[in-house]
């Protein structure tokens, strides 16, 4: 990311060189394993990576916030008072979620002017929204001096933002990654108690490969919304029987005794696959931290195949994808990554066939799909932070 010219535009739609703004970063992240058990209460094992969203920004006093991006045309210059209100279908929901935040904290500011620069591929399902929500909430806590916010709050605030503003029932793990996010580790996140761990992550002769697929995630939001309300379905069938509120309190060897008490066999599948997930989540950071990653690859693909077959959210493009991958001598896990439904895959790629899998994957994935894929040699990358 070239500062000096974000700097230049800014000045461009704002003005006042002698007034410089101050720059934000928070990065995207990548979840290596343990998918869609953020919501439920289970374990997830993201990492932020180096693409991201930069953010310069600058106090004002005409009680006004304006919101531009070099990523999108639509610009926005909105009054204090009507940063509650959404506007329909843009980018600039996400900052007004973390205002409407704020306001709900009687935290008050005259105005700012702000232009955003991302480099996060859009709708790529490496939680482009996430990124811009925790820059803008981190930017604002320093510029706002609200030091009784800890990261863990701007993480929460983030998810809320989401839940509240946007609609989207997600879980706490992108925020929570993004917030938490250090070089060379993953997280290994309870997102019931919300404890974590950093699990030093250190591919010694392998790469962690983003894929996209470049298949827009189109209904994946309703999508989302459904598979959570089927977990929940869950929860009420089994919590006759036990006492839970979430599927991430209970045990693989529980559900394995009493899945029969779910009558609906597609909620049973869901339920499966969250509370198996989870399972496999324990199991990958004893991996990792015995450094066995062919053992984390195999746990890699298991999770694929019950993302397909019991969650139903990967879809043509990233079941082939991940087929492909797989064919190539040197890969030692596959699947896809985030929400599903078109998005990223993430692959363990011993580093002399690299070239190779970026090349033989893109042929085969474009001659079956007609979709033209991108690969991204990931990162891992430390969190939000202000760049000096
Ligand atoms: C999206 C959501 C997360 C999580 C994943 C699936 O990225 O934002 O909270 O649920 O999907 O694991």
Request: proline share 3%; net charge negative.
């Amino acid at each position: 990311m070239n500062l000096d010219k974000l700097t230049d535009t800014f000045f461009q739609l704002y003005g006042k060189p002698e007034d410089k703004p101050r720059c934000f970063f928070a990065p995207g992240r990548v979840n290596l394993i343990g998918e869609h058990t953020d919501y439920n209460g289970g374990f997830v094992l993201p990492c932020a990576i180096q693409h991201g969203t930069y953010l310069l920004i600058r106090p004002c006093a005409d009680r006004m916030v304006r919101l531009a991006s070099t990523n999108m045309e639509f610009r926005a210059e909105i009054p204090l008072s009507d940063l509650s209100k959404k506007v329909e279908r843009q980018w600039v929901n996400y900052p007004l979620g973390i205002f409407d935040q704020f306001r709900k904290l009687n935290v008050s500011f005259a105005g700012f002017d702000m232009l955003y620069s991302g480099n996060i591929p859009n709708g790529a399902g490496l939680s482009s929204s996430a990124s811009i929500e925790m820059v803008t909430a981190y930017a604002l806590t320093v510029l706002l001096n609200a030091t009784q916010l800890e990261m863990i709050d701007l993480v929460r605030m983030s998810q809320r933002a989401e839940n509240e503003f946007i609609g989207l029932n997600c879980g706490i793990m992108d925020m929570f990654a993004i917030g938490m996010g250090q070089k060379d580790h993953a997280l290994f996140l309870n997102c019931l108690t919300l404890e974590y761990k950093k699990v030093p992550f250190i591919l010694n002769g392998f790469k962690l490969i983003i894929g996209n697929t470049n298949k827009q995630r189109g209904l994946a939001d309703s999508k989302y919304n459904e598979r959570v309300a089927e977990c929940q379905l869950a929860v009420t069938y089994l919590s006759e029987t036990l006492s839970i509120s979430k599927l991430g309190e209970i045990s693989f060897m529980q559900f394995y005794k009493m899945q029969d008490e779910i009558p609906d066999e597609v909620v049973r599948r869901r339920a499966r696959h969250v509370i198996s997930e989870n399972q496999r989540v324990l199991n990958s950071v004893s991996s990792l931290l015995k450094n066995d990653i062919l053992q984390f690859g195999a746990l890699m693909n298991a999770s694929h195949e019950s993302l397909r077959e019991n969650y139903e959210v990967t879809g043509i493009e990233l079941d082939t994808m991940v087929d492909e991958a797989r064919k190539i001598n040197g890969v030692v896990g596959a699947r896809m990554t985030g929400a599903g439904f078109g998005g990223c895959t993430v692959s363990i790629v011993r580093e002399d066939v690299v070239e190779k899998f970026i090349e033989q994957v893109g042929r085969e994935y474009q001659a079956k799909t007609g979709l033209n894929a991108e690969f991204y040699i990931a990162e891992v990358s430390d969190g939000v932070r202000e760049i000096i």
